[in-house]
């Protein structure tokens, strides 16, 4: 399985841009890399997906790198409630087989001071 | 309206009793799914149904028991647990079954907290 590698734990201030980084120095050609969170006693949710190019949406952007093997998620002006486990998550026909599967890694937890 | 939603939100039972989880969403997806997250662990997946059918089974031993009446409507029957299966169960959907592609987003219940005691 392609995997992937973030930092344990970030820290932030409130209205402050946060990066956090991931790296998937395994990924195949038709890996998507997917970003998902998940907030204090609630399920993941959805933030952002990209295959070669950077990409944006009203929660954040995904910057890849040239040669895929890194990714950046930004989040522009953090607030308290974007405080969660952030993961980066790889989906392809190659990562564990099947498009299907969201495999989780540790994530990294995010805390914003306010 | 993009919400998935389970009942109970919480659940405490003895080795011996049985009950169920329930999980529902009105979104149309053909894919749903069961995950078990352990404190402060990643999600793992369980189970998935696709078009109503179960496809995947990840090993799960068979005191769990998943049920899909209908294409809105998940179920997870629980019989004879461990208190090592306490944890939060979470249900998701996607819009494509298991066919679908490596865009496809997955869209999470708030989780219900089951504690074997």
């Known amino acids: 399985d392609a995997k992937t590698t973030q930092p344990n734990s970030m820290e932030s201030n409130e209205e402050e841009p946060v990066h956090l980084p991931c790296n998937h120095s395994?990924?195949?050609?038709?890996?998507?890399i997917h970003w998902y969170r998940q907030l204090p006693s609630q399920g993941p949710e959805y933030v952002i997906h990209g295959l070669t190019s950077n990409v944006n949406n009203r929660m954040a952007s995904l910057a890849i790198a040239e040669d895929r093997k890194s990714s950046t998620l930004i989040l522009h002006r953090a607030t308290l409630r974007d405080a969660a486990v952030y993961y980066c998550i790889l989906r392809g026909p190659m990562s564990g087989g099947s498009n299907y599967k969201l495999t989780f890694g540790k994530g990294t937890l995010l805390t914003v001071n306010p | 309206d993009t919400e998935v939603t389970q009942t109970p939100k919480h659940l405490v039972m003895g080795m011996t009793n049985k009950k169920s989880l329930k999980c529902e969403q009105h979104?149309?997806?053909?894919?749903m799914y069961w995950y078990k997250q352990k404190a402060k662990k990643p999600p793992e997946l369980m189970f998935v149904y696709s078009y109503e059918k179960l496809s995947i089974n990840e090993s799960v031993p068979s005191r769990f028991s998943p049920e899909c009446p209908n294409s809105s409507l998940l179920n997870l029957h629980l019989h004879a647990l461990q208190p090592e299966d306490s944890a939060l169960y979470l249900c998701?959907?996607?819009?494509?079954?298991?066919?679908?592609?490596?865009?496809?987003?997955?869209?999470f219940g708030p989780g219900t907290r089951l504690t074997v005691l």
């Open positions: 979104m149309g997806h053909r894919a």
């Open positions: 395994t990924i195949s050609g038709t890996d998507y």
């Open positions: 998701a959907s996607s819009r494509g079954g298991l066919a679908g592609d490596s865009t496809d987003t997955q869209y």
